[in-house]
């Protein structure tokens, strides 16, 4: 006698015996990070097809966090957490190692594609130092294009699409707008110049939808052509550049600061590409120094004019909270800089 089997139930039954055969257990890696160093990254993923995501950003004080979820199998070896983690969604299985791919499963173009990549045993414990990060950072689409200022005076520009581009240009000049809005960086090479101006306004990536702090524009002229080429995008300042701007004091250890009758207040000029400190205690013109790692801060002795002026006690009282001493740094849309007796908030100057 047949015995019939619904079409139905044989698909059910072959399902429920399906089970995941790719790859299990711990990976390990350092991820970039478009305003830090990196993100140590720890991603277990289990025969039951969960997961555990463990992060934490380097050079900060601030806990790892966890994520746990499910994961689904894809054909090619792809592999596509449950979760809508920012940056890490998609991954492909290359050998004993994961490597981080867009949502279409393609490799993701960078410079660097050694740091999208996940691999079974734990990197060892990395010191960054300002010279091993980037001090500005901007990138575009269609064309994809992407340069980077770094701390040693050079500018990297890479751009794909119909042309392909790949320049390193010497910094030749970093010049602020009057009213510290943007800045214009420009650098030349034996192929031409690049001119990159970073306005201070926040910019979406019309891709990712990542939120940046600059918008950028770019203008390449190649020493073989006419007219020069036009690039558009978003930028930022990695840590620990973030603090490079214009800044007006608004707080010196708990006391609110406000401009003196005649306007006139203490502020900071960072200049974090070279490490120099300028700007005014008030009244009097000041200029210093200071050497920047991770987090920390330590200015050099100030030197000043010494002109007599109406808040010159205020301006004394600045001076001595900063001259010769260090403090943890945070900057965002405040500077803060403190110290066990002393903290002081500053405002970007707009």
Known sequence: MKILVPLSLLVLLSCSTLRYTGPTGAFHGILPCADCPGITTTLILNADQTFSLEQRYVDREIESTVTQGTF????????????????????????????????????????????????????????????????????????FWMVEINPDHTMHFKALGPEEFDLTFSLTSQDPSEAGVSYTYSGTSDKGKL??????????????????????????????????????????????????????????????????????????????LDGTATGSGGCNRINGTFLLRGETITFGEFISTKRACPILDLEGRFMAAMSGQSFRVSAGDELTMTRKDMTLVFTPQR
């Open 72 to 143: 689904q199998s894809r054909r090619g070896g792809r592999i596509v957490l449950s979760e809508a983690i920012t940056g890490l969604h998609h991954l492909l299985v290359t050998g004993e190692s994961l490597t981080l791919v867009d949502s279409l499963g393609q490799l993701i173009i960078t410079e660097f594609p050694e740091r999208y990549v996940l691999h079974r045993e734990a990197p060892e414990e990395v010191m960054f130092t300002n010279e091993d990060a980037v001090f500005f950072r901007a990138t575009g689409n269609e064309p």
């Open 195 to 272: 001119t990159v101006t970073a306005a201070v306004t926040p910019c979406s990536d019309d891709m990712s939808g990542e939120e940046r702090t600059h918008t950028v524009s770019a203008e390449l002229q190649l020493n073989d052509r006419t007219s020069p080429l036009f690039f558009q995008g978003c930028g930022v300042h990695p840590s620990p550049f973030r603090m490079h701007d214009i800044w007006r004091l608004t707080s010196l250890n708990g006391e609110s600061i406000e401009a003196e009758s005649q306007g006139l207040y203490p502020y900071l000029i960072i200049n974090a």
